[in-house]
């Protein structure tokens, strides 16, 4: 056996274990708390997420809350990483958008939810939520990344005649990608907080959020926890396939290497 595939099957069996220790302690909570209305057992949860997950509604409320949040997580990064570029390269637009950006990340969820309920209708208001979420988080990763490049390979690059579209291959997406990586993971989790939140606020049609908000309403606690786990695991599985699918194409053109740095420019 190699030595990295041994590390991997290290690190799988030190998650597993992990797991196993929280859902022992779940179960332990379970047993002195003693009260299914306040903690249910992690063999009921699963047992009601088999039950949910045999109904046609399931999907489409699953389905719905992930097409939302994906929706406001695309168009958020879209934004931010222009946004970065932009303020990267224009001084006075930086110093417009700063206070719109600590406003962002400074006002509660809440509050945005709240507005967005009068403003928009019920189905865009996880959109522009999670959009919101995303956006500050992405543009300061990547404006961070850009930063990062060194102002003499810049200078190198131009002595040796490589043109805009090379530079920005081999020199910025390079530098910028690990940064974007790193957002993506912060920011998937934030969207699908915020977006949820707002489902639940706003009581959205064919969502998860309407789903917990008549858990608590109906005190279904069995099925609160189950939601809960279905945009866990929903937000774990988007995190996995948007970071892998970036490091793929890092990869595919040899924009960055297998650890993750910048490839060597040719």
Known sequence: MSAERKAKLKKITIKTAVAALWLVLWQLVCYIVD?????VSPLAVAKR???LGATAEF???????LGRITEGFLLGSVTGAVLAMVCHKFSFAREFFTPAITLIKSTPVASFIILALVWLTGQRVPVFIAYLMVLPVVYGNVI???GEVDPKLIEMAKVYGMNRRKRVMKIYIPSVLPYMMAASRTALG???KA???AEVIGVTRDSIGRQLYYSKIYLETADLFAW?????ILSIALEKIFVSAMGYIGRKYRLVRRDGNAAAIK
Do not use: D, P
């Open 144 to 146: 961070q990344g850009i």
């Open 49 to 51: 997420l088999w039950e």
């Open 35 to 39: 009260m299914e209305l306040l903690v």
């Open 59 to 65: 999907w489409r409320y699953s389905l719905g809350s």
């Open 228 to 232: 809960t786990a279905v945009v866990i």
């Open 195 to 197: 977006g949820v939140a």
């Open 190 to 192: 934030l969207s699908w």
